[in-house]
């Protein structure tokens, strides 16, 4: 193996370990600017700040081999995608659906 190659691979196992400590925090924060926004004490345009997490997560949990989180992660970006595009906080059943793939989530990022 050449030491180009296995320097890259060290740097990418870097990131992967960084990625997986940083990971939990990152959905504890959606969680908490969830929270907030259904206790009305957010305004409903962090809608936008929770997507972009979300697809945050979608997008780096594959690269970084947390595909399960990335899956679930991609799940709550679409579910969220209508209420934020209509201005309006996600309906009951919305809720209800981000509320069992946030805890999937959290699970998925231990």
């Known amino acids: 193996m050449s030491d180009?190659?296995?320097a890259?691979?060290?740097?990418?196992?870097?990131?992967?370990?960084?990625?997986?400590?940083k990971l939990?925090?990152?959905?504890?924060?959606f969680e908490d600017l969830w929270r907030r926004l259904l206790a009305a004490e957010a305004p409903v345009s962090r809608l936008a700040d929770?997507?972009?997490?979300?697809?945050n997560i979608a997008g780096n949990?594959?690269?970084?081999?947390?595909?399960?989180?990335?899956?679930?992660?991609?799940?709550?970006?679409?579910c969220l995608e209508p209420a934020c595009a209509a201005g309006r906080l996600p309906d009951a059943a919305e809720?209800?659906?981000?509320?069992?793939l946030?805890?999937?989530?959290?699970?998925?990022?231990q």
């Open 95 to 100: 809720q209800e659906r981000v509320a069992a």
């Open 102 to 109: 946030l805890a999937a989530l959290k699970h998925a990022a």
């Open 50 to 55: 929770l997507i972009q997490i979300a697809h």
């Open 8 to 21: 890259l691979q060290r740097t990418f196992a870097m990131l992967s370990a960084k990625y997986q400590v």
């Open 4 to 6: 180009s190659l296995e």
């Open 24 to 29: 939990p925090a990152t959905v504890a924060q």
């Open 61 to 78: 949990g594959k690269t970084f081999g947390f595909a399960s989180a990335g899956e679930v992660a991609r799940e709550i970006e679409l």
